[in-house]
């Protein structure tokens, strides 16, 4: 069963790029533990994740749509700060 598991995540991970996907997936891993013991906000963490796995799709795929989200978000992450900053909270 595990060796199944396995072996459809290494099928899936060569799908999708090899180990781009899976640099990708240590990247976010660590970032998270940093996140996590530095005692940031969830929103804070996933608003960073989400900025990353965004400018990942920027990068490699070089995608219209990627783009355009990328820009929302980061209009986002400004607005969260600007509260923030105000003394307001996420």
Do not use: H
């Amino acid at each position: 069963m595990v060796l199944e598991a396995l072996n459809l995540f290494d099928v899936f991970v060569n799908q999708l790029g090899g180990s781009l996907f899976l640099g990708f997936l240590i990247v976010v891993v660590l970032m998270l533990m940093i996140l996590w013991f530095s005692r940031a906000s969830p929103t804070f963490m996933i608003v960073w994740i989400g900025l990353f796995a965004l400018c990942w799709c920027l990068v490699f795929f070089g995608a219209i749509a990627a783009s355009i989200a990328f820009a929302g978000a980061f209009f986002y992450f400004a607005i969260s700060l600007y509260k923030l900053s105000s003394g307001g909270g996420f």
